[in-house]
């Protein structure tokens, strides 16, 4: 069987990108190969002014959680992964040495076997958690956030658990690197933007998992744009259009909720559906790009070839998206899942003196009064986005990027709710929804799947 951690290599290979070993291999291949300082001033390390330990809890211990708390480690320590073979004995060693404040100490998932892989990947790099602080079932985030210790929350959960969870978080005086998006509905994006006000006044550090932000190539690809370098902004088109992902068959011993939630991508209270949990990133690099949020959206999407319920549950295949922001700028977002297809993964902005385009292998912009390409050497922003998180809480500068990725969370909604209903929809109506999706008890057992939505049936309230 396929382990959590090589399903999520698997999704991140998937797509037109390169994904965490191609950017080990370029980032060198010992502890000096890492040097991304050169391109991300102020960098976090173990050797850092104010030392304070952190001391880091995952919640969500599939193959994202793992990752993400790989990517915190080596943050501060510059470890290489270990199962690509890039390290030696001595540099592993040297960067356990470094990491003496910086360590993964609790555990929680819903299952058990998440956790226990989980562990043994962190005990190839040196950093072996014990059973006493493994946690599994509904409750079990509860119980990791009663260690006093933990001060570091990593939220990698389906993202339907999200808002509850990064409130609970917040309440118990944690910071918190959550993974995107940042829940499936608009009461989990309202609690998200609430609990990133409650961490404003706790002084609490709130960081997504909205990588491209913290992405050197992209990042001087925006500041070119809205330095004027191709013009005033007219449209935009965003496209994520990929092959199918991951997917769990049930087992016969598993009831309705157990596979649900080992094969959650495809249960729309769970995911979000793919507009909101994969096409997040292009979405929240247009919101980034134009600094602001959509006014208005209208579409069209449905299920044309994944459509066996067993395995792909109630999400759609394929959506697009035309939506209007402010200045009368348009911009076309569309999203696909399907084998055999022609693939794309990039975004364009379109100006008034020529165009820019954001993709792996062509970051840059063509204009009238100059070109330009990004030739550095490219950072990995999985690191990144915790070096700096990291950093701010150690200089008491604490980052809050709740409403970021709440916004953005909510543009991907708008999308999936007029292609879901076939209406048109505005921001501050999309905002306010009642909607709220996923069972009313969590328990194991019965948890039958709602229809598919069908377009001038399914009504958005």
């Given at each position: 069987m396929i382990s959590n951690n090589e399903k999520a290599r698997e999704l991140l290979n998937s797509a037109s990108q390169p994904g965490r070993r191609e950017f080990i291999k370029k980032s060198g291949a010992g502890l000096a190969g890492f040097a991304m300082s050169m391109h991300v001033p102020n960098i976090i390390?173990?050797?850092?002014?104010n030392d304070d330990p952190i001391n880091i809890g995952v919640i969500g211990c599939g193959g994202r959680g793992t990752g993400a708390a790989l990517d915190?480690?080596?943050?501060?320590?510059?470890?290489?992964?270990?199962e690509f073979g890039y390290h030696t004995e001595s540099a592993l060693e040297g960067a356990r040495a470094q990491a003496k404040n910086v360590k993964i100490i609790a555990l929680a998932d819903l299952f058990p076997d998440r956790i226990a892989s989980c562990?043994?990947?962190?005990?190839?790099?040196?950093?072996?958690v014990s059973q006493e602080m493994c946690f599994s079932g509904f409750d079990g985030y509860k119980a990791l956030l009663q260690v006093p210790e933990i001060n570091y929350i990593i939220l990698a959960e389906p993202p339907h658990f999200r808002p509850m969870h990064l409130r609970a978080c917040i309440e118990a005086g944690k910071n918190v690197f959550m993974e995107k998006p940042a829940g499936v509905d608009s009461a989990g994006v309202r609690s998200v933007i609430e609990s990133g006000e409650l961490a404003k006044q706790k002084g609490l550090a709130i960081g997504a998992g909205t990588q491209r932000r913290y992405d050197n190539a992209m990042a001087d690809n925006v500041k070119h744009i809205q330095n004027g370098a191709i013009g005033e902004i007219r449209s935009g088109v965003a496209r994520w259009l990929g092959?199918?992902?991951?997917v769990v068959e049930p087992k016969p011993e598993w009831t309705q909720m157990e596979a649900q939630l080992r094969n959650w991508n495809y249960y729309n209270w769970l995911s979000g559906d793919i507009i909101v949990e994969q096409f997040i990133h292009s979405i929240d690099l247009i919101n980034w790009v134009l600094q602001s949020t959509p006014l208005?959206?209208?579409?069209?999407?449905g299920r044309q070839v994944r459509t066996d319920p067993k395995l792909y549950g109630n999400v759609y295949d394929h959506f697009a998206v035309q939506y209007e922001y402010p200045n009368d700028i348009t911009?076309?977002?569309?999203?696909?899942?399907?084998?055999?297809?022609?693939n794309f993964v990039d975004d364009v902005i379109i100006g008034s003196k020529g165009r820019a385009t954001f993709a792996y292998r062509?970051?840059?912009?063509?204009?009238?009064?100059?070109?330009w390409r990004f030739r550095g050497e490219r950072n990995n922003p999985y690191q990144v986005e915790h070096e700096k998180l990291i950093e701010s809480i150690r200089s008491g500068n604490p980052i809050n990027e709740a409403r970021q990725i709440a916004e953005s969370t909510l543009t991907a909604i708008m999308g999936r709710e007029v292609c879901y209903s076939g209406h048109e929809i505005d921001w501050e109506t999309a905002m306010n929804l009642n909607q709220r999706q996923g069972p009313a008890e969590y328990k194991f057992g019965d948890n039958p799947v709602e229809p598919v939505p069908m377009p001038g049936k399914y009504k958005y309230s």
């Amino acid at each position: 069987m396929i382990s959590n951690n090589e399903k999520a290599r698997e999704l991140l290979n998937s797509a037109s990108q390169p994904g965490r070993r191609e950017f080990i291999k370029k980032s060198g291949a010992g502890l000096a190969g890492f040097a991304m300082s050169m391109h991300v001033p102020n960098i976090i390390t173990a050797r850092a002014v104010n030392d304070d330990p952190i001391n880091i809890g995952v919640i969500g211990c599939g193959g994202r959680g793992t990752g993400a708390a790989l990517d915190a480690l080596n943050a501060a320590t510059k470890i290489i992964y270990p199962e690509f073979g890039y390290h030696t004995e001595s540099a592993l060693e040297g960067a356990r040495a470094q990491a003496k404040n910086v360590k993964i100490i609790a555990l929680a998932d819903l299952f058990p076997d998440r956790i226990a892989s989980c562990k043994r990947e962190l005990e190839k790099v040196g950093m072996p958690v014990s059973q006493e602080m493994c946690f599994s079932g509904f409750d079990g985030y509860k119980a990791l956030l009663q260690v006093p210790e933990i001060n570091y929350i990593i939220l990698a959960e389906p993202p339907h658990f999200r808002p509850m969870h990064l409130r609970a978080c917040i309440e118990a005086g944690k910071n918190v690197f959550m993974e995107k998006p940042a829940g499936v509905d608009s009461a989990g994006v309202r609690s998200v933007i609430e609990s990133g006000e409650l961490a404003k006044q706790k002084g609490l550090a709130i960081g997504a998992g909205t990588q491209r932000r913290y992405d050197n190539a992209m990042a001087d690809n925006v500041k070119h744009i809205q330095n004027g370098a191709i013009g005033e902004i007219r449209s935009g088109v965003a496209r994520w259009l990929g092959g199918e992902i991951w997917v769990v068959e049930p087992k016969p011993e598993w009831t309705q909720m157990e596979a649900q939630l080992r094969n959650w991508n495809y249960y729309n209270w769970l995911s979000g559906d793919i507009i909101v949990e994969q096409f997040i990133h292009s979405i929240d690099l247009i919101n980034w790009v134009l600094q602001s949020t959509p006014l208005k959206a209208v579409g069209i999407g449905g299920r044309q070839v994944r459509t066996d319920p067993k395995l792909y549950g109630n999400v759609y295949d394929h959506f697009a998206v035309q939506y209007e922001y402010p200045n009368d700028i348009t911009v076309y977002a569309l999203d696909r899942q399907i084998n055999g297809c022609t693939n794309f993964v990039d975004d364009v902005i379109i100006g008034s003196k020529g165009r820019a385009t954001f993709a792996y292998r062509t970051m840059g912009y063509t204009s009238s009064e100059g070109n330009w390409r990004f030739r550095g050497e490219r950072n990995n922003p999985y690191q990144v986005e915790h070096e700096k998180l990291i950093e701010s809480i150690r200089s008491g500068n604490p980052i809050n990027e709740a409403r970021q990725i709440a916004e953005s969370t909510l543009t991907a909604i708008m999308g999936r709710e007029v292609c879901y209903s076939g209406h048109e929809i505005d921001w501050e109506t999309a905002m306010n929804l009642n909607q709220r999706q996923g069972p009313a008890e969590y328990k194991f057992g019965d948890n039958p799947v709602e229809p598919v939505p069908m377009p001038g049936k399914y009504k958005y309230s």
